[in-house]
């Protein structure tokens, strides 16, 4: 699961803005960016990528694996 949050810096710890329903002890991993107040739409970005992929593969013209293939299964 991967979201992004906004969350405030004090007194050496992270707050975040928002509710995380995280398990206590739960270990996570952070890319912390400054905010600069250009919100964008996160997921509305996400889905834009996607569409372009969809539009423009890109093809390596190499062969075409198999499952089998690339699992290795004998």
Not at 12 to 23: C, F, N, Y
Not at 26 to 51: W, Y
């Amino acid at each position: 699961m991967s979201r992004f949050i906004t969350a405030t810096f004090e007194d050496g710890v992270l707050k975040p803005q928002e509710s995380l329903d995280l398990a206590a002890g739960r270990k996570v991993r952070l890319i912390v960016l400054p905010d600069t107040g250009n919100h964008v739409d996160d997921e509305g970005a996400l889905a834009e990528l996607d569409r372009l992929c969809d539009e423009e593969p890109i093809h390596s013209g190499g062969e075409r694996l198999t499952r089998d293939q690339l699992h290795e299964r004998p």
